[in-house]
């Protein structure tokens, strides 16, 4: 699976990748109610200091870059819908919180870790705004000028769910 997107980065306002960024934060609690999909992008984001707007920038296949812990807190499964409503590619991030994790899994959602993810941002050999393919099944990303950045390659079952569509499509297949 490749995914062509632009890189968005959450940094903080001393240029650093933001960390745990929580599930409120992600999809406030007052929204919960929320029950379409379609509906749920217009709040993501909504509660991350300097990203209220998020929602009003995004692309159909960002690749958003966080800090670690990306998605720490509660099991909502809002927090990982409302970037499927936007239609985002994927969210690279050092480490994601253990639900998150397994949340966007199970529903499809591409993310990947990448660990030394930070240093290249502070290096600039990646940047807010550029264009990039992802190749999600071996973990990388190609540069437009053909520099690759390689992340932790998925695991063989993320990618079997991926492919199909979520857990229970996956579970309709092998069960």
Do not use: W
């Amino acid at each position: 699976m490749k995914i062509k997107g632009r890189v968005f980065i959450l940094k903080d306002k001393d240029g650093n990748l933001i960390k745990d960024i929580d599930t409120d934060q992600i999809y406030h609690n007052m929204y919960l109610h929320i029950t379409d999909i379609n509906e749920m992008g217009k709040y993501c984001l909504g509660n991350l200091e300097g990203y209220e707007n998020y929602p009003e920038l995004a692309e159909k296949n960002d690749i958003i870059i966080a800090g670690h812990n990306f998605g720490a807190g509660s099991s909502r499964q809002h927090a990982v819908d409302c970037f499927r409503a936007l239609g985002t590619g994927c969210i690279i991030a050092p480490s994601f919180g253990a639900i998150f994790k397994r949340n966007a899994i199970n529903s499809a959602f591409p993310i990947l870790e990448c660990p030394h993810i930070e240093e290249l941002i502070k290096s600039g050999k990646l940047s807010h705004g550029e264009m990039v393919e992802l190749d999600f099944e071996s973990g990388k990303v190609i540069k437009d000028n053909g520099e690759i950045i390689e992340c932790k390659k998925p695991s063989k079952v993320q990618i079997e769910i991926l492919k199909a569509g979520g857990l229970f499509e996956y579970g309709k297949k092998t069960g």
